[in-house]
């Protein structure tokens, strides 16, 4: 089995939201115990409705949030309470890919500048070398390099999204956390990204952690996945192990709304997922699923299920067995 990179351990994140004036502060709880492992090479995919949490994880592990509690190491080394000029060398090893390429990039700078940047902030390259490198990246990342003195907006939707991720390569990190890198991008745009992005991977073995609301999306680049369903891991399997065979009510619900070209590709006979998702703020006792799961039993709005190992490497919070 490859090195863990990036590992979350019981990592949590609580928000306080409102004001004295408005009835007190109430705690949201974005994110609850959640252990999470990348290892060198492999994308992870990490899914759930909006609102599940998931890119509050992304951003606990980067060190751009801190827990509230639990431990993020990175590469063997705790760097949960690493601060100042010790994250910013941290940060050579993380880098993340925003959603937006637009807002992400600076529309003043031309993309050459942009590009430049980070060996000029962390030094990574001599001055006399900073031009060679970016035409390196452009290249590496299926743009024309002579496009360098071009600005943000003179490139299309799918080509920002190409700067964001030569940005993200430049320190040549160790994880990148791609945070709903293709969701703002046309169908066509998205398989691009995505190829590009398992090619990288495959290239360079840098582990990756995909964070979307698209399963379709997800099923073609990641290597395991976990569902979250507010602020919690439910299940988490390979990739093969979940779209083949899911476990969890709320995995074969969400499975169950995504378009299939193909009806015999996969055999899906699933619930539909109805309601809406509960509040963080005042989440229900027991499973916190079970206001919308069609299987739910007496137990389960007493007692939270334990994500638990199912073998296969497959992890469950569920009480059917
Ligand atoms: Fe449904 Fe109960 Fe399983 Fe929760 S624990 S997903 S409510 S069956």
Known sequence: MSE?????IGLSKHFFVGSPFSGGKRR???VESVDIAIRRGETVGLVGESGCGKSTIGRLLLRLLDPTEGRIRLLNEDVTGVSGAALRQLRQHMQIVFQDPFASLNPRHRVGDILSAPFR???TAPPSE???????LMGRVGLDPAARHKFPHEFSGGQR????IARALALEPDVIVCDEPVSALDVSVQAQIVNLLRDLTEQTGIALLFIS???AVVENICDRVAVMYLGRIVEFADRDQLFDAPYHPYTKALL???PRPDPNQR??????LEGEVPSPINPPAGCAFHTRCPVAMGRCKAERPLLSDRGESRMVACHLN
């Open 4 to 8: 863990t990179v990036l590992e979350g």
């Open 28 to 30: 949201v709880r974005a």
């Open 121 to 123: 902030i962390h030094g």
């Open 130 to 136: 900073i031009s060679f490198r970016v035409a390196d």
């Open 161 to 164: 999204q190409r700067i964001g």
């Open 213 to 215: 609301h698209d399963l």
């Open 256 to 258: 169950q709304a995504v």
């Open 267 to 272: 055999n899906r006979d699933y619930s539909r």
